[in-house]
């Protein structure tokens, strides 16, 4: 029989700094079960007062730009200077079986054995965007044990990396030299939702082609936005294996923050997210009790097998569907799906 879950011992716990208690409350927070939503708002109601202290970074960028040895090499450069880092690696789920290897901890070697440092990988869950479900309550599960620097690192550049920009405070978007037309190789939202590039792996004989690959870029950045007063977005040009140019990318993730300060208010920028957040949640809830119910799931199998022969379009079969939604409102537990 499972142990009950103590949620004011972890409370104690996240609030103290126990490791334990927090990888525990991030996976109450995680879970889908409807028994464990009531007592996840509950952890994230008591402990949200002690969070939003910290810098959050988003980290996307093109397959193989080294993302994780990038995030590896900035989270020690990160706790020499005084910080506590606490990275949230997110890792694609299998459409097929639903695994994922959240390999994340053996490509941050160094980082995993920094006791200032919490490491967290964990599954996409096929939610879109390549960021799990959960991944900003988790960011305030490690703010309130007292991490100030927050790094949510993404599956890779895609359709709804947005998902990334709506809950961090810089999005940062590591890029390779040559990796192809720069217009092509990166779609121009992504170039839009980016606050700092980075061009990696600019060592050695890559060096000369990373500086070529960063002023091409800085040209396709103005392309991108036209507006002489917009802040212009740097593209800078580093070496995540050697430790080269991490100073100066850091340095340009806090100016953007100062920026967001000085134009908008960082708590104005952050209220904004919370907005579209709820929103994200409502819809969410709203899915999940589109299948809560037998009959539903029932009559959602239905109208697949209809739709895939031909006998139905989908427009009838949706508003079907809807209906019986609807009908079903009155009883359905919100609090608990």
């Excluded at 600019?202 to 002023?215: M, Q, S």
């Excluded at 079907?320 to 009155?330: C, T």
């Amino acid at each position: 029989m499972p142990r009950p879950i103590d949620v004011p011992a972890l409370i104690e716990g996240v609030r103290s700094g126990d490791r334990a208690a927090l990888a525990r409350s991030i996976t109450l927070v995680e879970s889908r079960k409807p028994a464990h939503r009531p007592l996840a708002r509950e952890l994230l109601r008591e402990l949200a007062p002690l969070s939003g202290n910290s810098i959050r970074l988003g980290l996307s960028g093109v397959p193989g730009a080294g993302k994780s040895t990038f995030t590896d090499a900035l989270g020690v450069l990160l706790i020499e200077q005084g910080h506590r880092v606490a990275v949230l690696a997110v890792d694609p789920s299998s459409s097929v079986s639903g695994g994922s290897v959240l390999g994340d901890r053996t490509r941050m070697g160094a980082l995993s054995q920094s006791d200032d440092a919490f490491i967290r990988p964990s599954p996409t869950g096929l939610h879109l965007g390549g960021v799990a479900r959960a991944t900003r309550e988790a960011m305030l599960l490690v703010e309130a044990a007292g991490f100030d620097v927050v790094i949510v690192e993404t599956v890779g550049v895609g359709q709804s990396e947005v998902a990334v920009h709506g809950m961090v405070d810089t999005y940062l978007v590591l890029m390779l030299a040559r990796s192809g037309d720069q217009l092509q190789g990166i779609k121009k939202g992504i170039l839009e939702l980016a606050h700092v590039i980075a061009v990696n792996k600019a060592d050695g004989e890559n060096a000369g082609e990373a500086r070529v690959t960063a002023r091409e870029l800085s040209i396709a950045m103005k392309l991108v936005s036209s507006q002489s007063s917009e802040r212009r977005v740097p593209v800078l040009t580093c070496s995540a294996l050697h430790k080269i140019g991490l100073e100066e990318v850091w340095q340009a993730v806090l100016e953007h923050r100062q920026y967001l300060e000085a134009t908008y208010g960082l708590s104005s920028y952050r209220a904004s997210q919370q907005v579209s957040w709820m929103w994200s949640q409502t819809e969410a809830a709203v899915m999940d009790s589109l299948h809560g119910t037998r009959r539903m799931r029932r009559l959602s199998q239905e109208m697949e097998g209809k739709v895939g022969s031909g006998e139905l379009n989908a427009l009838d079969a949706s508003s079907a569907l809807l209906r019986e939604f609807a009908a079903q409102v009155p009883t359905l537990d919100w609090a608990q799906d």
